[in-house]
């Protein structure tokens, strides 16, 4: 399968099968993750990896859907450690994390899994019940586990996307 295949076929799933995710597949995901680029290699992602029942229980506190999915990653950075741009200060936390987001979720798709990438959640409370400490921010959850409904063609984008006329320019913004 093509990268551009790989990514055409992936979909936000949200309805899972019961079934775990192998420890070997959660793997190749974390792995994937690990490989990605960071801005200056600095590295801030923090994972927590929530497979057990009452872990997954917590989620619906902090007001997260995860569609029951058997698995959820909870995708942190550390603002301590990442990068700040001297010129204005601009942290790159979200975008390292959704660097890292992105390539475990292109990941689980090439072994068959589905995902779903969540940012509505209440920071607050995931921090709390996670013991997440105060410079790690929870930046997304992706949930992953086995796609329980239909799946959506990889030729639903021609609908489901806007043509690049509408979002590339050359040479000057228009
Ligand atoms: C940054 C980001 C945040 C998202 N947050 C949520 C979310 O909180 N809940 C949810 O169900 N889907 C969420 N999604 C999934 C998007 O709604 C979905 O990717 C988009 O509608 C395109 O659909 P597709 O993933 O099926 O191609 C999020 C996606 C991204 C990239």
Redesign the pocket.
């Known amino acids: 399968m093509s990268f551009l295949e790989l990514a055409k076929k992936?979909?936000?799933v949200?309805k899972y099968e019961a079934r775990p995710v192998e420890e070997e597949k959660l793997f190749k995901i974390l792995e994937a993750g690990r490989v990605a680029p960071t801005a200056v290699n600095l590295q801030p992602q923090r994972l927590i990896v929530v497979r057990e029942k009452t872990n997954l229980e917590k989620m619906k506190k902090a007001s997260v859907?995860i569609y029951d999915a058997p698995l959820a990653i909870i995708v942190c950075a550390d603002h301590d450690t990442a990068w700040k741009r001297p010129l204005d200060g601009k942290k790159t936390t979200d975008i390292d994390a959704?660097i890292i987001t992105d390539h475990m979720m292109l990941q689980a798709t090439e072994l068959g899994l589905g995902t779903?990438?969540?940012?509505?959640?209440k920071t607050d409370v995931i921090k709390s019940e996670f013991n997440i400490p105060d410079q790690v921010e929870p930046v997304?959850i992706l949930a992953i586990g086995y796609p329980a409904g239909e799946l959506?063609s990889p030729d639903r984008h021609d609908q489901?996307r806007k043509p690049l006329e509408d979002t590339v320019f050359y040479e000057r913004f228009e």
């Open positions: 992936r979909f936000s949200r859907r959704s779903v990438w969540i940012c509505y959640f997304n959506l489901a």
